[in-house]
């Protein structure tokens, strides 16, 4: 059981340093992940975490559905289309390895928030 405690442990660790936790961040020290109130401060720690990075580590560019509606509206092959074009290529570019990189770490929040769900 204590194995169990010192991987989940690590895993809350890694996923503070993949959002970007302070160092000093609660999230980065050891845990009593035996006690109930304990594990609901670490996942409501976790969830803040994840937040912040979404708020912070966001593109800051174009919105990529909102240049494909408006290109959308062009006649196909006009400059207005090409220029829509080439900032929905730019927003893209921005915004798809912030994706994949949310999808991640979403995927593994769902986990760790079961695992110490079931530990309350």
Known sequence: MSEDISELQVRVHEFAKATDAPKESFLMRRCA???SEQVQS???GL???????????HPRGENVH??????DKEESGSDAAQDLERRA????????????????????????????????
């Open 66 to 71: 909102e240049v494909m509606e408006m290109l």
């Open 33 to 35: 992940l035996d006690d």
């Open 42 to 44: 670490v996942i409501d």
């Open 47 to 57: 969830t803040l975490s994840l937040i912040s990075f979404c708020y912070h580590r």
């Open 89 to 120: 290529d730019d927003a893209a570019a921005l915004q798809i390895p912030f994706i994949v990189t949310l999808n991640r770490l979403v995927e593994e929040y769902h986990e760790l928030r079961k695992q110490l769900e079931a530990r309350m």
